[in-house]
């Protein structure tokens, strides 16, 4: 087999099952894996233009490992030789489609449930992987709901020790979404509604600078910096509302050189080179999920 390496990302998410009486994680893909047995139609769904399905599911010692399968059948795509310029079509022979592969891991072995799933550009997302597992609980009477959130580098308990001086605060957000952000800070929003309330801008804008080098500490802005942060910790959902929000600040654990810290898209995250088959460009799983389990165990969630 030809073989070469290819770099690959994956993103971890917290998981929030509310099961049903008597039912668990370990139930709950026991009867996910017997769909693929009994080839049960409702193995696939239908989200997006394209169908969902999970396959190849393992649990070993509250490890789970699977495939989430992303398949159109609409159009499918052809290949062209690049040397030649001759151009081949793919055949649907009936019943196929054009199948794309993220590779996820659920860990459970401590008080968290953490989901970490390989990043494809054209395959199916977190959105996709919790409508797909909520739709076949709810419909097997296993869960009542099930609800996820972006593990982030940035925390409420790791911040408030980390930074120190802030020299700037930015923020972007359109003001048809200004009303849903209200509890977030009131000096900041305050400010922000200034902005589109005086000189009718469609964006609240700030962009806040400070030659903190004159304090010996920042204390409003720090402060008004650490309410959005616990605010976001009760409202993850809120983050998509805004087109950035970040500061710079001092960073304690880098001998306090500035540091630009973006409260928006600093989400957790593993890169790594992963082993891939030279003519069908597939992932080789048996490489990618001892590398994907690896990373989780240095992350050390807990």
């Known amino acids: 087999m030809n073989i070469e390496n290819i770099k690959t990302k994956i993103y971890y998410y917290e998981l929030n099952f509310v099961f049903r009486t008597g039912e668990n994680l370990t139930t709950f893909f026991n009867t996910l ?65 054009i199948m794309d592969t ?3 891991i659920i860990d459970f072995r401590r008080t968290k449930t953490i989901l970490a799933l390989e990043y494809n550009h054209s395959g199916a997302k977190i959105e996709d992987f919790v409508k797909y597992m909520e739709k076949i609980g709810i419909s097997k009477e296993l869960i009542d709901k099930l609800g996820f959130q972006f593990l982030t580098e940035e925390s409420f308990a790791d911040l408030e020790e980390r930074i120190n001086r802030i020299s700037e605060f930015s923020l972007k957000i359109h003001k048809d979404n200004f009303d849903a952000i209200r509890g977030m800070d ?19 804008l700030l962009n806040f600078k400070i030659d903190y080098r004159k304090f010996s500490d920042t204390p409003l802005i720090k402060r008004s910096i650490l309410n959005i942060v616990h605010w976001f910790e009760e409202n993850p959902d809120k983050k998509n509302l805004f087109n950035y929000l970040n ?56």
């Open 247 to 302: 500061f710079v600040a001092e960073d304690e654990t880098n001998n306090n050189k500035l540091r630009l810290f973006d409260l928006i898209v600093s989400k957790v995250k593993s890169e790594f080179n992963v082993q891939k088959k030279r003519k069908s460009k597939t992932i080789i799983s048996e490489d990618m999920f001892p590398k994907m389990q690896r990373e989780i165990d240095i992350k050390g969630f807990r």
């Open 33 to 97: 894996s017997n769909l693929a047995v009994t080839r049960a139609r409702i193995r696939y769904q239908y989200f997006g233009e394209r169908y969902i399905y999970i396959q190849g599911v393992s649990n070993e010692g509250n490890i789970i490992r699977g495939k989430l399968r992303s398949i159109r059948d609409d159009i499918f795509p052809q290949l062209i030789n690049m040397t030649n310029d001759e151009v081949t079509d793919l055949e649907d022979r009936g019943s196929d489609g």
């Open 186 to 204: 009131g000096n900041i929003i305050q400010a922000a509604e200034a902005t589109i309330n005086n000189f009718e801008n469609e964006y609240a």
């Open 102 to 104: 993220s590779h996820f």
